[in-house]
């Protein structure tokens, strides 16, 4: 792959996907794009750069831009996001929706489905919202094949071991095989579809709540900026950001601001909206997964 296929492809990925590459990550495009040189049979790497420019647009220019993103992801990720939606976000959702009854909660970039389904096993094992409720969870991300995989619920066991309690995964998980699935009325609350972060969002509606964790890394700084803002334009003037633990909203917009005392959570900061009841107190509910589960005794989740 010569110097100028490299960087028409950083062009390619920044514009189809926000997707930042530095001129060192060339080694990473060898590693992520050599399966497909090999599976398509291509006979390296410049010849499928050069079919990809021929034609932007084709499936196999979307294989490409597939392949680079990043799907990692797992049950419970970083706990801190899950402990905020149980103890400050649901609570003030129960009061500021008592006549609506409804929740919208939307989780862009969700990979494989383990963020949505955490949160819809936090509801339901926490019973945060009445029975009577339409909570829907919309799961978007960029990669139709990590779409198709969340779709199922079907992981491994390498997999539901990372961050799920196991009295969680017997309550909610059904052995298939040697694998786990997410039972189907876990799997019911979550809707997903294909979304680019970098489109416009305004099919999306209104949400209460947007999960839009360890994606702003790989973007750069006016590519953050314009993602935030159009999030702003989609959620309630009473809602909730979550962002990652390595992202922030600060010198990058003023739609946001954070909510103290509850690392990566924000709030719209227009209206003016006086902060949920306490919000400046640190969270001293227990966390929702143990660090730790022996495998011989069950500890509880909570």
Same mark, same amino acid.
């Given at each position: 792959?010569?110097? &100028?296929?490299?960087?028409w =492809?950083?062009?390619?990925?920044?514009?189809? %996907?926000?997707?930042?590459?530095?001129?060192?990550?060339?080694?990473?495009?060898?590693?992520?794009?050599?399966?497909?040189?090999?599976?398509?049979?291509?006979?390296?790497?410049?010849?499928?750069?050069? $079919?990809?420019?021929?034609?932007?647009?084709?499936?196999?220019?979307?294989?490409?831009?597939?392949?680079?993103?990043?799907?990692?992801?797992?049950?419970?990720? &970083?706990?801190?996001?899950?402990?905020?939606?149980? &103890?400050?976000?649901?609570?003030?959702?129960?009061?500021?929706?008592?006549?609506?009854?409804?929740?919208?909660?939307?989780?862009?970039?969700?990979? #494989?489905?383990?963020?949505?389904? %955490?949160?819809?096993?936090?509801?339901?094992?926490?019973?945060?919202?009445?029975?009577?409720?339409?909570?829907?969870?919309?799961?978007?991300?960029?990669?139709?094949?990590? +779409?198709?995989?969340?779709?199922?619920?079907?992981?491994?066991?390498?997999?539901?071991?990372?961050g799920?309690?196991?009295?969680? =995964?017997?309550?909610?998980? $059904?052995?298939?095989?040697e694998?786990?699935?997410?039972?189907?009325? *876990?799997? &019911?609350?979550?809707?997903?579809?294909?979304?680019?972060?970098?489109?416009?969002?305004?099919r999306?509606?209104?949400?209460?709540? *947007?999960?839009?964790?360890?994606?702003?890394?790989?973007?750069?700084? #006016?590519?953050?900026?314009?993602?935030?803002?159009?999030?702003?334009?989609?959620?309630?003037?009473?809602?909730?950001?979550?962002?990652?633990?390595?992202?922030?909203?600060?010198? +990058?917009?003023?739609?946001?601001?954070?909510?103290?005392?509850?690392?990566?959570?924000?709030?719209?900061?227009?209206?003016?909206?006086?902060?949920?009841?306490? #919000?400046?107190?640190t969270? #001293?509910?227990?966390? =929702?997964?143990?660090?730790?589960?022996s495998?011989?005794?069950?500890?509880?989740?909570?």
């Amino acid at each position: 792959m010569t110097p &100028d296929d490299f960087d028409w =492809l950083r062009g390619f990925f920044k514009e189809r %996907s926000g997707l930042a590459l530095s001129a060192e990550k060339q080694y990473l495009v060898d590693t992520r794009l050599a399966p497909i040189v090999r599976a398509k049979g291509f006979a390296n790497l410049a010849a499928l750069v050069r $079919a990809v420019r021929s034609d932007p647009r084709s499936g196999l220019a979307t294989l490409v831009l597939e392949t680079m993103t990043t799907n990692e992801s797992l049950f419970f990720r &970083d706990k801190v996001p899950f402990e905020n939606f149980r &103890d400050v976000i649901a609570p003030a959702l129960r009061t500021s929706r008592a006549k609506e009854r409804k929740v919208r909660i939307w989780c862009a970039a969700c990979s #494989a489905g383990q963020e949505p389904y %955490s949160l819809a096993i936090a509801i339901k094992e926490y019973l945060l919202f009445p029975a009577d409720w339409t909570i829907e969870i919309v799961a978007t991300d960029l990669c139709t094949a990590v +779409l198709e995989r969340a779709s199922r619920g079907l992981y491994t066991q390498f997999e539901v071991q990372r961050g799920l309690p196991i009295q969680l =995964l017997v309550k909610y998980f $059904a052995k298939v095989g040697e694998s786990w699935q997410v039972n189907s009325f *876990i799997r &019911d609350m979550v809707t997903y579809s294909r979304f680019n972060l970098l489109e416009p969002y305004g099919r999306l509606g209104r949400f209460d709540v *947007i999960f839009c964790r360890n994606v702003l890394i790989y973007f750069d700084l #006016a590519t953050k900026t314009g993602v935030l803002d159009r999030l702003a334009r989609q959620i309630a003037p009473d809602g909730y950001l979550s962002l990652g633990a390595a992202e922030t909203v600060i010198g +990058l917009t003023q739609a946001f601001m954070p909510l103290p005392d509850h690392r990566g959570l924000y709030v719209p900061a227009r209206g003016g909206r006086p902060l949920p009841q306490g #919000a400046t107190a640190t969270v #001293a509910s227990p966390p =929702l997964a143990p660090r730790a589960v022996s495998p011989a005794k069950i500890v509880s989740p909570i």
